[in-house]
């Protein structure tokens, strides 16, 4: 039997593939033959690349329809066809809940729902049209389902992509599977930003389950999964991948009274 992850021939795009979660989603498809187009506002230093192949670049800022539809455009009139789309750009810096302005609560929202709502319709009118129809992973957060201090305006867009997730799979159902990855804590390039340094990390991430916090690679692997025919009947599900989770706050709070 042929190698069900063997991505060879597919046309993957993937936003925000320029670094990060993204950039570990697209490389793990090149590693698998795929043609990956990444777009991102700038263009990074150096390209996605996996055994001497290299990612395209189409400069795009998902907020905006028209480049969305450039992007798209130019993947389709490269390789003639789009099979895969992973919805990864996203986030958002720390806000105030009871103070973060009107623009700013708009701006998040666009960029980590509505964004992915228009980059999913566009993709999903090419993937139609074609006999093997198409795939849409949207990398939505463990914000989305559970309460997110600190960031409410990415919590709830995260809520609404996971349900957005859901309609869509239902809408456009059977030619193109639609489905969430609900990413945990993931340590990328800007962790030290949000951790500190490298002994804050591994305290963040002893609190997991599992003993660390994800890499791209752990949740690019489920990206993969969910475009390949293995996943050939999953859609319209949001699978979590935040090894284990978080421990509950009284185990820490409450006093051992066992001898």
């Not at 599992?210 to 990206?223: E, K, Q, T, Y």
């Not at 999953?234 to 051992?256: C, L, M, T």
Request: net charge negative; aromatic share 6%.
């Amino acid at each position: 039997m042929a190698d069900p992850l063997d991505m060879s021939g597919k046309v993957v795009i993937v936003t925000g593939g320029c670094r990060g979660i993204g950039r570990g989603i697209a490389t793990r498809f090149l590693e698998t033959g795929a043609d990956v187009v990444i777009c991102c506002r700038h263009e990074p230093d150096e390209l996605p690349s996996a055994d001497g192949r290299t990612a395209e670049f189409v400069g795009a800022d998902v907020r905006e329809p028209d480049q969305i539809e450039r992007v798209v455009h130019a993947t389709t009139e490269r390789f003639g066809r789009l099979d895969v789309l992973v919805n990864n750009a996203g986030g958002s810096p720390p806000a105030d809940s009871a103070t973060a302005s009107p623009k700013f609560s708009t701006a998040i929202i666009n960029l980590n729902l509505v964004a992915p709502l228009l980059f999913a319709q566009r993709a999903n009118a090419v993937m139609q049209d074609q006999p093997e129809g198409g795939v849409i992973v949207n990398i939505a957060s463990v914000s989305g389902i559970r309460p997110s201090p600190g960031t409410a305006a990415y919590g709830a867009a995260k809520a609404g992509l996971i349900n957005l997730t859901q309609t869509l799979a239902v809408d456009w159902a059977p030619k193109v599977r639609v489905n969430a990855v609900t990413a945990g804590l993931v340590r990328t390039e800007q962790s030290h930003f949000f951790y500190g340094d490298e002994e804050g990390i591994a305290a963040v991430g002893a609190t997991v389950p599992l003993g660390r916090m994800a890499d791209p690679s752990d949740i690019a692997d489920v990206c993969l999964f969910l475009a390949s025919p293995l996943a050939r009947y999953v859609n319209g599900e949001s699978i979590v991948v935040h090894g284990g989770g978080e421990r509950p706050a009284y185990q820490d709070a409450a006093k051992n009274t066992h001898p």
